[in-house]
């Protein structure tokens, strides 16, 4: 087990290093010259000289590849344009708040995700089952950023009950979290829904049954674990989602995380705060699949601890 | 009823398209400035209402659909010829060429497809070849995954090692005999890919680095009525009806349910 796990870490040091060379390129495949984008073509001489030094732009690229991992390890990623500190310095002290805001959507999406899915099979067939489905097939679709416009058209603008935006208190995460929430919810319950009456169908449903186990018993004790196991899979993928769907959920509500920093350094051409953002959400994407992976793997027996092909 | 439901999800979204265009071909003045007609509402000379500059929305929103549509397909087909060639002389060639690949689809699976489709719309600063640029970089993986793996599981089976037995260059039977087995499964990838795209598009448009104004996009829009949700509501709603209405239309294309 911790060996699958040690294994899985020390995988993902290559891909690592190749995400952080991806996002090292960037400045040299986007159009223009690499200082003028790290610093703007408005920069004075002196700004654009010391710039060039400290990335080393005016060495042969391998030498600037090495630069760039050094910035990013010993100086923190190098120094934000705009903000005048290290980027991971920003970066940490907002991620608190993405960190809160996609925990609480995660919770939402899970709980009311498993509550329908259980009242979905309680209920099956009837026209209230069909309208969740319709609805949660709906739902999947929404884009987050109309969802939200939305949102803040009933509660705030119409019942005035919540704030538009803001990250101070309580009241202020809700609008965002259940932006994310709704349509990652929506796309759970399909899962929970048809991985739950898939395992009913199941022969060894059948075979309890005949032995006269009470029904509560066999949906809890064994229909209900099988079914976890894609659905773990699906959080783990769905982490992913909440991250970048919180680029531009916080930048409806003006939430203070990441996504919205990363908006901001688009928009204020801070570049070397994007770079560190981009390795930053893929570090912990490629971690929290890893995370999935094993907790998967701490299940389901069945899945081997060899390293699979992809 | 399987064949119902297939076939309302597209008609629905022909209705759109349809629409976008007939609009447009209609009302081909999107941008021209009213600055007495702000942010009217919804009325008989302008259907959608129009915008904070005066603009007629109704055709507004036609043009963005028409051009998301546009982008989405052309990206979509990028995508699809850039992964499937990839995945071709991989799987047929194996070995390093191979590995190289499956190391370069797991670097650009590391990132969340929206991450990467911002990051490249937000280096070549939008437009739409920007946009273009990242909807291609954020998709081809899927179609590369999938193709290579599609292909791989023919390469041993028996019309494929006879048609190479009778003399066939490697390149031909793959086209005549692999291809039109795989065809199902990509198929169901491109029209994934195609919702995908018209959200991420919309999506990039949104945060100011997808389609320039005064070009519209549904997108912009929707960021635009965002500053007038109080008094102007509609400026947003409509245009997200419209994506939500062509997105939940596309991804239900193939579905049986």
Known sequence: MFEYFLKRV???????????????????????????????????????????????????????AFLFFKNLIVNGGGESIYFKKPCFKVVFSRFKNTFKLAMFSFVIAVFFSFVFAFILLWRKG????????????????????WLGILLILFFSVKLKLLPVSGTEG???????????????????????????????????????????????????????????????????????????????????????????????????????LVQSLAIFI????????????????????????????? | MKKRIFNIHMLLFIFVFLFCLIGFVLRPDYHSIHLSERLLSPCLKHPF?????????????????????????VSVLFSLFIGFVFSFFASIKGGVIDRFLVAIIDVFQSFPGMLLAIVFAAFFKGGIGGVLLALIVSNW??????SRGLIISKLNEDYFVYSIACGESVFKAVLKHIVPNI????????????AGAIVTEASLSFLGIGIK?????????????????????????????????????????????
């Open chain 1, 10 to 64: 020390l995988n993902s040091i290559p891909t690592v290093l190749a995400v952080v060379i991806v996002v090292f390129s960037l400045i040299h495949i986007a159009p223009g010259d690499p200082v003028d984008i790290l610093v703007g073509e408005n920069a004075t001489p002196v700004v654009k000289k010391q710039i060039e030094r400290e990335y080393g732009l005016d060495k042969p690229i391998h030498v600037q």
């Open chain 1, 126 to 145: 009837g026209v209230f089952y069909r309208m969740i489905v319709f609805l949660s097939t709906i739902g999947m679709s929404l884009p987050s950023f």
């Open chain 1, 170 to 272: 309580f009241r202020h995460i809700i609008l965002p979290s259940l932006t994310l929430a709704i349509p990652m919810g929506c796309y759970l319950l399909h899962i929970i829904r048809g991985e739950i009456e898939s395992q009913m169908s199941k022969r060894f449903v059948l075979s309890l049954r005949t032995r006269g186990i009470k029904e509560s018993l066999i949906f809890f004790r064994h229909v209900l674990k099988n079914s976890l196991v894609p659905v773990i899979m699906v959080l783990a993928l769905q982490l992913g989602f909440l991250l970048t769907g919180a680029i531009i959920t916080e930048t409806i509500f003006s939430f203070n995380g990441i996504g919205l920093l990363l908006v901001t350094a688009i928009n204020v051409r801070d570049y070397s």
């Open chain 1, 282 to 310: 893929a570090v912990i994407y490629i971690y929290s699949n890893i995370l999935g992976d094993v907790l998967i793997a701490v299940i389901d027996r069945r899945v081997s601890f060899e390293k699979k092909d992809i």
């Open chain 2, 49 to 73: 209402g129009t915008d904070y500059l005066g603009r007629d929305l109704l055709s507004r929103v036609c043009l963005g659909g028409l051009l998301s549509f546009l982008i989405s397909s």
């Open chain 2, 141 to 146: 993986v899927g179609f590369a995954r999938l």
């Open chain 2, 183 to 194: 065809k199902k499964p990509l198929g169901i990838q491109i029209v994934l890919s195609f």
């Open chain 2, 213 to 257: 104004p005064p070009l519209p996009s549904w997108g912009n829009i929707i960021a635009d009525g965002k500053d007038f949700i109080l008094v102007a509501p509609y400026i947003s709603v409509i245009p997200g009806l419209f994506l939500m209405v062509s997105v939940l239309c596309v991804k239900n294309f193939l579905k049986i349910d």
